[in-house]
């Protein structure tokens, strides 16, 4: 049993409370499986008729899952990774079709599996602490956890953009995108819990009463340069037409780019087009647990580790180098579905 998670219940709410700072509250493979224990639990009692996600101290919400596990696996057999993206996957699944309402409290850093808890959830609450983002393509992973279905129907190409660039959100641009659906002042959240704790079947109106307007969102001011710039689903279209551009705002972006994995970029742009047509949320999990398993084990993901995580001398040496370089073939080989045996599925009672 980890106590990297707190599971209880309190009034006629379940509350499920990441407990990992050192990490800021990075996922295990241990954590995902004790918070799906807890929500199975509570899916038939009766005295649980919601359920709150958050982090008990330190910077939260979420950073993300255990990269160094991954990659340490990736470069060895892959086993342990592919275990941890099916139990998280499973998690994920879980919370987007719970029959009872999930609050997520995103206050602080949100990425990657902070993703894949919050934007499942019913409600999903942003403060001023809140720092979006889906960083992947800078360690060469890929946007998972679902990335392929919320950043996919996310206004305009905001999702392609985030998804390639890894650009951080404040609270104000997680609402004005529909990230979030409530922003509240970080004051007045434990004042939202305990009332949310006693009177579940309120929570809507609870959280009216408390949420503030937010500041201006500043990438609404972006979002025609964006809808213009990352109009394609090829990555080549967006380099030249950013380097076309030749403003300030292009410029910047360009070269965010260049440091990115052009394989991941090109794996995003992919997931999102096919993500946008998924029938529904099990077969983009399946999909992206396909994609996962085989990338964890690449030289991209294992070297963007190294750079950035351990040795920190951010300079990966990505190979692909170019987006010319990463073919559709080294593509359909990513995306390829797993066999039978192999593949991810979701939890039955989730089905």
């Given at each position: 049993m980890t106590t990297d998670v707190i599971t209880r219940i309190e009034g006629r709410?379940?509350?499920?409370?990441?407990?990992?700072?050192?990490?800021?509250?990075?996922?295990?493979?241990?954590?995902?499986?004790?918070?799906?224990?807890?929500?199975?639990?509570?899916?038939?009692?009766?005295?649980?008729?919601?359920?709150?996600?958050?982090?008990?101290e330190g910077r939260g919400f979420c950073a993300g899952g255990d990269i160094?596990?991954?990659a340490t696996s990736g470069a060895k057999?892959?086993?342990?990774?592919?275990?941890?993206?099916?139990?998280?996957?499973?998690?994920n699944h879980?919370?987007?079709?719970?029959?009872?309402?999930?609050?997520?409290?995103?206050?602080?850093?949100?990425?990657?599996?902070?993703?894949?808890?919050s934007q499942p959830a019913r409600y999903r609450i942003a403060t001023e602490?809140?720092?979006?983002?889906m960083p992947e393509t800078g360690?060469?992973?890929?946007?998972?956890?679902?990335?392929?279905?919320?950043?996919?129907?996310?206004?305009?190409?905001?999702?392609?953009?985030?998804?390639?660039?890894?650009?951080?959100?404040?609270?104000?641009?997680?609402?004005?995108?529909?990230?979030?659906?409530?922003?509240?002042?970080?004051d007045v959240l434990a004042n939202a819990k305990a009332q949310i704790a006693e009177h579940p079947d309120q929570v809507e109106n609870i959280l009216a009463s408390?949420?503030?307007?937010?500041?201006?969102?500043?990438?609404?001011?972006?979002?025609d340069v964006i809808d213009r710039l990352f109009a394609s689903d090829r990555f080549e279209d967006i380099l030249a037409a950013l380097t076309e551009e030749g403003s300030e705002w292009s410029a910047k972006e360009l070269a965010t780019l260049g440091h990115k994995s052009p394989q991941t970029c090109k794996v995003a742009l992919r997931q999102l087009k096919e993500g946008a047509q998924m029938p529904d949320f099990a077969t983009e999990m399946a999909q992206e647990y396909a994609i996962g398993a085989r990338v964890v084990q690449?030289?991209?993901?294992?070297?963007?580790?190294?750079?950035?995580?351990i040795e920190k001398d951010n300079a990966p040496r990505w190979n692909p180098e170019t987006a010319e370089g990463v073919t559709d073939d080294l593509l359909d080989r990513i995306f390829a579905p797993l066999p039978a045996d192999q593949a991810w599925t979701p939890l039955e009672i989730a089905r």
């Open positions: 709410t379940g509350i499920i409370s990441l407990n990992r700072p050192q990490a800021i509250h990075a996922l295990t493979t241990a954590m995902c499986q004790v918070m799906t224990d807890a929500l199975v639990a509570w899916i038939d009692d009766p005295a649980v008729e919601a359920v709150m996600i958050d982090h008990a160094r596990m991954l057999d892959g086993v342990e990774a592919r275990e941890f993206f099916f139990v998280e996957y499973r998690l879980l919370l987007f079709v719970y029959p009872k309402p999930v609050v997520a409290f995103m206050d602080g850093i949100t990425m990657g599996g902070g993703v894949g808890l602490n809140t720092r979006f983002a360690i060469g992973l890929f946007p998972d956890v679902g990335g392929g279905w919320f950043l996919s129907r996310l206004p305009g190409r905001t999702g392609q953009f985030l998804a390639l660039t890894g650009a951080r959100l404040d609270g104000a641009e997680c609402q004005a995108l529909g990230l979030a659906t409530h922003y509240l002042p970080s408390l949420a503030v307007e937010p500041p201006t969102a500043r990438i609404l001011g972006n979002r690449m030289h991209d993901f294992i070297e963007g580790v190294r750079a950035l995580i």
